[in-house]
């Protein structure tokens, strides 16, 4: 069965570079984004995990937690750390699930139920669609997700751009245009009322008469 948005996003239990989890568990009260890798030691995850480690901290400021995924054990995810490390310059402090049964990817429709029930012998091509990006909320559902091919990098930067919007837009009766950025103008959506809209935030523009556009609320 296929994950949409809005939909719980399905809980586990699994190993870990930082212990056992349970995944609803370790997303508490806040957000968290689970990013998916085919198999350890491949170039462009390599790059991909480190850039997303040079960004904890900017994902920690808006209370997202970060995790990865890799099909393959535990026990290689220590050596590929090093690797993005002398690759990237960055260490991976998150912690990084091993699938080495393939749980989690067929868990989340990455993989097919008919993939087995081993990571041994498989190729990056064999896990090519482990390319997943799902950002979760703090009541568990699903509010965006990715899928990338394997040759083309992440870009983590409209994941961090799409975070600020999907929680700026959690708390306001607002949506963000087309290639928004934090401070810019956003749209008063069609449940607010042209009454309420002034009410709300002061002063509006009308663009079209579902079209309505004001600068984005402080707080």
């Known amino acids: 069965m296929s994950l949409r948005i ?3 996003a399905p809980d586990f239990t699994a190993e870990t570079t930082q212990g056992t989890i349970k995944f609803h ?3 508490g009260d806040g ?3 689970l990013f998916s890798h085919p198999k350890n030691f491949t170039p462009v995850c390599t790059t991909e995990l480190g850039t997303m480690a040079g960004l904890e901290g900017d994902f920690k400021k808006r209370n997202v937690k970060i995790i990865g995924i890799s099909v393959d054990p535990v026990e290689s995810h220590g050596k590929w750390q090093d690797d993005i490390k002398t690759a990237t310059g960055h260490s991976v402090n998150y912690p ?3 699938d080495k049964d393939l749980k989690v990817a067929k868990l989340y429709d990455m993989l097919p139920g008919g993939a087995g029930e081993t990571s041994e ?3 990056p091509a064999d896990n090519a669609t482990v390319r997943s990006v799902y950002v979760i909320g703090p009541d568990k559902k699903i509010k965006l997700v990715l899928t990338y091919p394997m040759t083309t990098g992440r870009n983590f930067d409209e994941i961090l751009r799409a975070v600020d919007s999907m ?4 708390k ?3 949506a963000t245009p087309a290639n928004w950025k934090q401070g810019e103008d956003v749209i008063i959506t069609a449940a607010v009322s042209n009454e309420d809209a002034i009410k709300r935030f002061g002063a509006y523009e009308t663009i079209l008469p579902y ?3 004001t600068k984005q609320p402080s707080a």
């Open 211 to 213: 079209l309505r556009k």
């Open 31 to 33: 957000w968290a984004i």
């Open 121 to 123: 012998g498989r190729t």
């Open 167 to 170: 929680q700026l837009t959690a």
């Open 96 to 98: 990084l699930i091993g």
């Open 25 to 27: 568990e370790w997303i």
């Open 172 to 174: 306001h009766q607002v």
């Open 6 to 8: 809005n939909d719980i």
